[in-house]
């Protein structure tokens, strides 16, 4: 019931609006203030829903308009529509779908003090410099891809720690916003939290081992391995293991304390075994004496059937209460429920009793019947149901009398007797035993067999830390075994394959190495090397993705003839259980030919679903693959200028934030190659070819 009237409790409280929070924050001079919305479009949204509602003076207007107007004449493209007017009012937001250029100026602003509301998702909590007097959690649980959950406290606490300014601000505040489902208890809870506990996030990869291998050997690799922070937080979290081990033995220590005065085991061994065969030769009597009585039994039913009034019989069973057999005298027979008839009985006990044939367990027809009984009617205060049980009369008590006591149990058979006596022989030489001289035997073993167990358990235990212990290591040498199978070792030695792979970063270096290796790009225009080599290290998992623009048929074949490629490092790596991604988006590609060929960035935008943010997050990461490319070792000249070529062509305003002339602007240089990387490395920046001017023009 109080469950049930909280829950009810909680249906009635209402949800305050995002511009009366506002409202009250300035009210109270909380301002500035960082509003926590767990979603881009609710950031988006909470900009429409502020209205026309103004946080800035008059100086603080005139200060924002200088810099706002010479940031959109500066770059016209980097303005977000709907954000601009209230920017000027000092109300912004920021998320990951913004283009980075409009949150650097966002970010800017705000430390200045001129914008005092930024709407933003929790990834502003963690590594940018912009503290406020005040933070706004709008809500203390938020949609993961495993449902809807509460905040851990180091999520709470991250959000919470960018409420205050050094040498501005005595303290913080952090504002809860109170919804249908979390109020003052929940956010009690996550204040007075914990931060969770700290967790390295290293994991040895391809491009760690090739790199390794080139400069050390083995042994000075896993050395290095061992040393790394992840080992040590691994082992801190296996002293509970190591306590638990030494516990362990601590109690086989005491065990076997309890066992010094034994001077021979193999005479408890010897003792154990014996108690074993008692154990055995009493199963198989018990089983003998079972079959010996279903075949007593059946007899016992046969011959009840042809039994007749006045016969001496013996009852027994749980049914009629009775633990011995009873002498008795089968009176008569009555129709059952079934085809058998019921049996009616007079006891010795002067009892009368209703049972079935299971309830016979003698039979003596070498004893003279009763004839007294014959005629009898049975008496109208006896019911005539199955199990049941009347007190007899004093005609009856007469007739009791004569009945004779029945002889004792037949012998038993041979086969059961025989049983019986290796039993006895086996409880005698147990009995006799000498293991009796050191205490009771049976305790004896008893504490024998719980050390054996906790050996066992101390080996498993080891056998478990063992491998937690060294489990970067065998991480890394899982990597080694997919990388001889892909010839990119040759033993510990990196060969050509190995020497293009080592040369790039990226999540997965070996898919990179092979894919540049395999020469499916060799053949390709920059723009469309661009959107190949941003299929590669690039994932998108948006379901609700599209694009207007497929790929030209040489992206697709070239990403076709990678599938095949791709699969195979797949299948290895499933196979060593190595979580490296090994991406090939074919969604986007036509998308990053587009901006390489020129497309405008307004357009491009209308083109796809993607935010300008994840647009240019996907043209950056695709930028720093294509710069690593021309450093490849083992790779044709042509390619590592095409390469260059791919690059120039997409690093441009929003991409490259330092450009912001317009393209056609950019004068042609001679092109350059060589096939020295670092000679590359110092000509890559004049290396821009004269077909840019043409495409862009």
Known sequence: RLKSRGRQHRGKQKTPTLAAVVSHLQQRDLLPAIYFIFSR????????????????????????????????????????????????????????????????????????????????????????????????ISSLSKRTDRGHRLLTGSEFLQMAGRAGRRGMDEQGHVTTVQTRFEGASEAAYLATSGADPLISQFTPSYGMVLNLLQIHTLEEAQALIERSFGQYLATLHLAPQQQAIADLEAEVEHQQMQLVHVEDFEVLADYEKLSGRLKEERRLLKMLQRQSQDVQASDIAMAINFAIAGTIIAIQGQAINLSTPLPAILVTKVMGAGQVPYLVILGQNNQWYVISNKEVVGLYPEIPRLAEVDGWELPQYLSLRLNQQTSGDEQTEAIAQRIPPIPPPPALAPEVQEQLQRTQEVEQRLANHQAHQWGKPGKLLKRIRRIQKLEDQISDRRTKLKQRSKHYWRQFLDLIAVLRYFDCLDDVTPTPLGQMAAALRGDNELWLGLAVASGHLELLEPQQIAAVCAALVTEVSRPDLWVAYDPSPEVETALDELRGLRRQIFQRQRRYRIEAPVWLEYDFTGLIEQWALGMEWKTLCENTSLDEGDIVRILRRTLDFLSQIPHVPHLSDEFRKNARR????????????????????????????????????????????????????
Not at 65 to 91: C, M, N, S, W
Not at 668 to 676: L, Q, Y
């Open 41 to 136: 479009k609710g950031c988006d949204k909470a900009i429409a829903e502020v209205g026309p509602l103004s946080l800035v003076n008059e100086t603080e207007a005139a200060a924002l308009k200088v810099q706002i107007d010479a940031f959109l004449a500066r770059t016209p493209e980097g303005a977000r529509d709907g954000h601009v007017g209230p920017l000027y009012r000092g109300i912004a937001a920021h998320h990951a779908g913004i283009l980075p250029a409009w949150k650097s100026l966002v970010e800017e602003l705000f430390q200045q003090g001129l914008i005092k509301v930024v709407f933003a998702t929790e990834t502003l909590a963690a590594g940018i410099n912009m503290p406020a007097r005040t933070t706004v």
């Open 646 to 697: 791919a690059g120039h062509l997409i690093d441009r305003f929003p991409v490259n934030e330092t450009m912001i002339t317009p393209p056609d602007s950019v004068n042609a240089v001679e092109e350059s190659s060589t096939s020295d990387p670092a000679e590359a490395n110092s000509t890559e920046a004049k290396d821009l070819d004269s077909t840019i001017v043409t495409i862009d023009g």
